[in-house]
């Protein structure tokens, strides 16, 4: 292994596919709360009870198209201390996206350059990831997201029923997930930091 640095510090290579520029097509995504703590709710009998940041990021989420009109979001399913989504990128719009951004000249093409290097799937999750800490901030929420995403390119229709499925009974199978963590402590959404 050839540990590469980056400022000088040691850093894990990307997990995303080097052969695709995640600019367009469908994906599974997963993104997990920092020690998989429960900050979105709870799932009681069977039932997910989503709490201030549950229902802050289930609005978010709805509103993801309005910011990266690119992006389309059909289903996804929030979970105590993750989330689960299935995120459309229209490669089609990928251009038209980039000149939405407004501002000083210059700034179209450094936000372009920027999404053109991470990739629109990474601005979308991004952005999701950033406005939910934001909101947990400024009302003094304690609340932090793992530091990565776990994607899925979806590769066919035969992929994307099974995903959907999955998804669908994320709730009622939450004792098998891999992403199960016993309830131990309650982050209600209004725990000052």
């Known amino acids: 292994m050839n540990p590469e640095k980056f400022q000088n510090k040691y ?3 990307s997990a995303r596919a080097t052969w695709h520029d995640y600019n367009g097509g469908d994906y599974f995504i997963t993104i997990c709360t920092a020690g998989r703590l ?3 709710g ?3 009998n069977g039932e997910m009870h989503k709490n201030v940041l549950g229902h802050k990021l289930d609005e978010l989420i709805q509103e993801t198209k309005t910011h990266n009109p690119y992006s389309e979001i059909p289903l ?3 979970m105590p201390n993750h989330v689960h989504l299935i995120v459309c990128i229209d490669a089609a719009c990928r251009d038209a996206a980039c000149h939405v951004f407004t501002g000083e000249p ?3 093409e450094k936000m372009r350059d920027i999404a053109n ?3 629109l799937l990474s601005t979308v999750i991004g952005g999701l990831k950033s406005a939910l800490t934001k909101y947990a901030n ?3 929420i304690k609340f932090g997201w793992q530091s990565r995403f776990h994607d ?3 590769r066919n229709q035969e992929e994307m029923e099974r995903i959907v499925i999955y998804i669908e009974n994320n709730v009622l199978s939450w004792e098998m997930d891999k992403f199960y963590t016993r309830y131990t402590t309650s982050i209600q959404g209004n725990d000052l930091l």
């Open 11 to 13: 850093r894990v290579p």
């Open 106 to 108: 210059g700034k179209n």
């Open 76 to 78: 996804y399913k929030i």
């Open 38 to 40: 429960h900050y979105f």
């Open 117 to 119: 290097r991470c990739g």
């Open 138 to 140: 400024l009302n003094k």
């Open 152 to 154: 899925h390119i979806i």
């Open 42 to 44: 709870e799932i009681e």
